[in-house]
């Protein structure tokens, strides 16, 4: 069954360090997202894509957040200059219609 | 804004015990509605769905879940838990159409002894 990959799944970056964050959804799906949880908090929205623009984001997506689909497969959320806040579990998902699918995360670790 | 609402953050059931676990949400319209499963250290696995139709709906491993529209709800239940259950679960809701974002309750985390 097709399934959502992340890369890596563990992050360990300094403060102010730029970061990208790598996925591949599922290869017929047209939507896509990235969700963050903070240990012990809810799963929150970050930003949503589809034909090549952001379609929405949060209050969170700030301009240190960007987001590419570089090419046919790949689904990119870069953090130009981490701060500790931003440790958290990274989550991509991709929709085809009304079902989002999640990848497994990539655990965001900021010193 | 849409909310959820999960008022159980943990749960303890015996193995072989009948689990429900609740959520309700806060929106102008009936959203799609979703249970997510996460074991510890995995992402997010889809339990269930609801759109439209049957308001009573079954998922993976033998959970269901039944849609309440007067009373905003949408509770996930199993009849009978095993110890692999254990795990977070999380209610969500989506705007219909649109690329929407899912909104999340603040996850149940369910111990399951034996």
């Known amino acids: 069954e097709p399934e959502v990959t992340q890369t890596p799944s563990h992050q360990v970056t300094q403060m102010g360090q730029e970061v990208i964050l790598r996925c591949v959804p599922i290869s017929n799906h047209l939507y896509f997202y990235w969700y963050r949880q903070i240990l012990g908090q809810k799963v929150e929205f970050l930003v949503s894509?589809?034909?090549?623009?952001?379609?929405?984001k949060s209050e969170i997506f700030d301009d240190q957040f960007s987001v590419e689909r570089p090419d046919g497969s790949n689904f990119t959320l870069k953090i130009r200059s981490t701060k500790l806040e931003d440790s958290a579990m990274y989550f991509c998902a991709s929709r085809l219609v009304d079902t989002q699918y999640f990848g497994p995360g990539t655990r965001l670790t900021v010193l | 804004a849409q909310s959820v609402t999960q008022p159980d953050i943990h749960i303890t059931v015996s193995e072989g015990a009948s689990l429900e676990l609740r959520c309700n949400y806060s929106y102008g319209a009936t959203p799609y509605l979703f249970w997510y499963v996460q074991s510890p250290g995995q992402g997010l696995q889809l339990l269930l769905k609801?759109?439209?139709?049957?308001?009573l709906v079954q998922g993976i491993k033998g959970f269901e879940a039944e849609f309440k529209r007067s009373q905003s709800s949408f509770n996930l239940r199993k009849p009978s838990v095993h110890w692999s259950d254990a795990a977070e679960y999380f209610c969500?809701?989506?705007?219909?159409?649109?690329?929407?974002?899912?909104?999340f309750g603040t996850g149940t985390r369910l111990q399951v002894t034996l």
């Open positions: 609801y759109f439209s139709g049957d308001t």
């Open positions: 894509f589809y034909n090549n623009e952001i379609s929405e």
């Open positions: 969500a809701v989506g705007l219909r159409g649109t690329a929407s974002k899912l909104t």
